[in-house]
C-alpha cells in the first residue's frame, strides 16, 4: 500500500543528510562536549558550529542560543524562568487561547503560584486583536507570549507587531516558534523577540532536541539545575548527536525554506482547491491567507475526524484531528474552540500539515480517495439525514 505521510506539524522524518551528519557522533565522536581532553574537545567545536548554525537561521547571537531537549522545554525555561527573574517587578503575563499545551499549561501552573494571567480571545479567523493585546497590559505585565504560527490551524501571527507593542511598555516578549522556524522567514531582530523556542523534530531534525534564544541581557531564571554546561543556563550533558542534526537542519532550512515553501503551498492548494470542489459542506478553520503554507485544517460537517481519519490511515494517509497531543482524547481542539467553531464542526475538523516530500501525486491520490469516504460516513452519520427544522446541529450545517 501507498504511504502518504500529511502530518509534518506533528513530526518531520529526520532528513537523510541530517541523519549522516549526526553518525559519527553516535560512534568515534563519543566524547563530553564538557571534557577538556582530546575526545571532549572534538565534540565541543560540533556543538559551537551547531550553535552558530541555528543562530544565523533566526538571525542572532551564537551566544543567544541556548540547547534544549525540546520545545516543550524551550517554553517551559522561557515562561518560568521570566516569571521567577522578574517577580519583583510584577505578576501578570499575557498569552492567546491558542497556545500549545507547552504555554498553556505553564501559565495555569503559574495561575496556582499567584501569577495573573490574561489569555486573549481570538475571532473566527483564530486571529487576535492587537489594540485588545495592547489594553491589556498594566504595570505589572513582565512577559507576552504568543505563538508564531498555530500548530492546529497554520495561522501566523504578527509578531513584529506584537514587539513593537512590547518594546513600547518594556515588556518581555516570548514566542513560541516551533511551527514556524523552517517554514517561514523567522528574524528575532527584526521581530524584536526576547525569547523564541524552537524544536528540532519539526524541522528535519530528531526528536528530543530544541533551542532556545535569549536575548542578550535578557534575565531568566535557570529551570533545569546541576552542572554548568550552556554558560550555566540549562544543565545537563549535551545531547551531541541531536544537537549536531539540528544545526545542519537549520543551515538547509536557510538554504532552501523560501523554494521549498513555495512548492509546498502550491500543493497545499491544490488539496485545499480540491476538497471544496469535490466535498459539499466543509468549512477551513483557520485564516484563509495568514497561515503557514503547508497546513490545511478542515471540518467535513456531519462527521467525526476521527473516523475519517482511520479511514484515511487504511488507504495509507497519516493526517492528524486537531494536534498530536490531544489526538486520542474525544475533547474537540481548545484551539477550534476559542475561534467560536460549532462543536459538531470542531469534532470533524482534520489537519493535513504538508512536507517536501509530498508530490503531486500524493495529493491527487488523496483527492481521489478522500471524498468517498466523506461521503460513506456522512450516509451513516444520524445528522446528516436529519433536517429537522428544530435540530440546533442542522441549522448550524445550513449556514456553511
Ligand atoms: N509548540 C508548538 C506550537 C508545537 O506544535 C509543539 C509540538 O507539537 C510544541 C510546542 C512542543 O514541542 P516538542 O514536541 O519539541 O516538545
Excluded at 257 to 286: F, H, T
Aim: hydrophobic share 40%; glycine share 8%.
Amino acid at each position: 500500500m501507498k504511504h502518504i505521510y500529511m502530518d509534518n506539524n506533528a513530526t518531520t522524518a529526520v532528513r537523510p543528510e541530517v541523519l549522516e551528519a549526526m553518525l559519527p557522533f553516535f560512534r568515534e565522536h563519543f566524547g563530553n562536549p564538557s571534557s577538556v581532553h582530546w575526545a571532549g574537545r572534538a565534540v565541543a567545536g560540533a556543538v559551537e558550529k551547531a550553535r552558530e548554525q541555528v543562530a544565523k537561521l533566526v538571525n542572532c547571537s551564537p551566544a543567544e542560543i541556548v540547547f534544549v531537549s525540546c520545545g516543550s522545554e524551550g517554553d517551559n525555561t522561557a515562561i518560568l524562568g521570566t516569571a521567577d527573574a522578574l517577580r519583583e517587578k510584577g505578576n501578570h503575563i499575557i498569552t492567546t487561547s491558542v497556545e500549545h499545551p507547552a504555554v498553556l499549561e505553564t501559565c495555569q501552573f503559574l495561575e496556582k503560584r499567584g501569577y495573573e494571567v490574561t489569555y486573549l480571545p481570538v475571532d473566527k479567523n483564530g486571529m487576535l486583536d492587537l489594540a485588545q493585546l495592547e489594553a491589556a497590559i498594566t504595570d505589572k505585565t513582565i512577559l507576552i507570549s504568543v505563538m508564531w504560527a498555530n500548530n492546529e490551524t497554520g495561522n501566523l501571527y504578527p509578531i513584529p507587531e506584537i514587539g513593537a507593542i512590547a518594546r513600547k511598555y518594556k515588556v518581555r516578549l516570548h514566542t513560541d516558534a516551533v511551527q514556524a522556524v523552517g517554514k517561514v522567514p523567522v528574524d528575532v531582530q527584526a521581530a524584536g523577540v526576547d525569547l523564541l523556542v524552537i524544536s528540532g523534530h519539526k524541522l528535519g531534525a530528531p526528536k528530543g532536541v530544541g533551542a532556545l534564544y535569549v536575548r542578550r541581557g535578557a534575565k531568566l531564571t535557570r529551570f533545569m539545575h546541576g552542572g554548568h554546561q550552556e554558560r550555566n543556563r540549562r544543565a545537563g550533558t549535551h545531547n551531541v548527536p541531536a544537537i549536531v542534526g539540528l544545526g545542519l537542519a537549520c543551515e538547509l532550512a536557510g538554504r532552501e525554506m523560501v523554494e521549498k515553501a513555495a512548492y509546498i503551498k502550491k500543493l497545499r492548494d491544490r488539496l485545499e482547491s480540491g476538497i471544496r470542489l469535490a466535498v459539499p459542506e466543509i468549512k477551513l478553520n483557520g485564516h484563509p491567507t495568514e497561515r503557514l503554507p503547508n497546513t490545511l485544517n478542515v471540518s467535513f460537517a456531519y462527521i467525526e475526524g476521527e473516523s475519517l481519519l482511520l479511514n484515511l490511515d487504511m488507504k495509507g494517509i497519516a493526517a492528524s484531528s486537531g494536534s498530536a497531543c490531544t489526538s486520542g482524547s474525544l475533547e474537540p481542539s481548545h484551539v477550534l474552540g476559542a475561534m467560536c467553531v460549532e462543536i459538531t464542526l470542531a469534532h470533524s475538523s482534520t489537519r493535513f500539515s504538508l512536507g517536501a516530500d509530498n508530490t503531486r501525486e500524493d495529493v491527487d491520490y488523496v483527492l481521489e480517495v478522500l471524498p468517498p469516504i466523506v461521503q460513506r460516513l456522512r450516509e451513516m452519520s444520524p445528522l446528516y439525514n436529519c433536517n429537522q427544522e428544530s435540530c440546533v446541529d442542522c441549522t448550524t450545517l445550513a449556514r456553511l
